[in-house]
């Protein structure tokens, strides 16, 4: 192996059990996902690191927050980042979804190989999932600027009052309405010195 999958502190029990399976989804990323445009051309490294170890901090933040909603989404779902990660650690029934036919066909070929019975890839606008879902748990990595998803949540504040969503960001956030939106932001180290940003949107 050619990398180290290392986790800082936060995700050490993670991999206890899961460390077979997230390598084969590492090497999925890196010959499948790099070959059919589901990533660009990566190192291992950075593939762990960003796509692997940055996703199980989506998970870890559930947990943190005893999450328990009916159902969960990771919306602009690409290569299954952050929701293949989660699935496979949590057990918990995930829908990845993303627009592109193409990478729904990737996604499912690699859910079925591996035999996973709680992941689920679907062909699907996610806007529609923001409009019309409701108690539901939102993961997006990349997707949705976090400004931009804040102007439609405005649009579709009353279904959203049930909704919780998990979302990359960088370290500033824009002025917004203080009286409408909780906005939490969590750094965590994704290896030993390299820091990310998520940000935790409740609509009040
Ligand atoms: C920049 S990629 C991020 C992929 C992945 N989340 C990651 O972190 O690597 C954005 C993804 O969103 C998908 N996408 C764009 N617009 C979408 C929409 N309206 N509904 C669902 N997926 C969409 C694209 O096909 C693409 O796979």
Redesign the pocket.
Do not use: V
């Given at each position: 192996m050619n990398f180290d999958p290392q986790i800082p502190d936060w995700g050490k029990s993670f991999l206890v059990k899961n460390l077979d399976n997230l390598i084969t989804y590492h090497n999925w990323l890196k010959n499948t996902g790099i070959k059919t445009g589901l990533?660009s051309s990566k190192n291992d490294q950075f593939i762990w690191d960003e796509?692997i170890v940055h996703s199980l901090y989506f998970y870890k933040i559930i947990l943190d927050l005893k999450l328990s909603k009916n159902n969960l989404y990771d919306?602009?779902?690409?290569?299954g980042?952050p929701g293949l990660p989660v699935g496979i650690v949590s057990n918990k029934n995930i829908n990845l979804?993303?627009?592109?036919q193409k990478?729904i066909y990737e996604l499912e070929r690699f859910i079925s190989s591996q035999k996973y019975n709680n992941i689920y890839a679907l062909k699907?606008?996610?806007?529609k999932f923001i409009q019309q879902e409701v108690n539901s748990i939102f993961l997006m990595?990349?997707?949705l600027p976090k400004n931009d998803l804040i102007k439609k949540l405005e649009k579709h504040m009353i279904n959203n009052k049930s909704n919780t969503f998990i979302v990359s960001s960088n370290s500033n956030t824009e002025r917004l309405s203080q009286e409408a939106f909780h906005v939490k932001q969590e750094k965590f180290l994704v290896n030993k010195d390299e820091y990310r940003f998520i940000d935790v949107i409740t609509v009040k």
């Open positions: 990533i796509f919306l602009g779902t690409g290569g980042i979804i993303d627009i592109k990478r699907a606008d996610a806007q990595r990349c997707y």
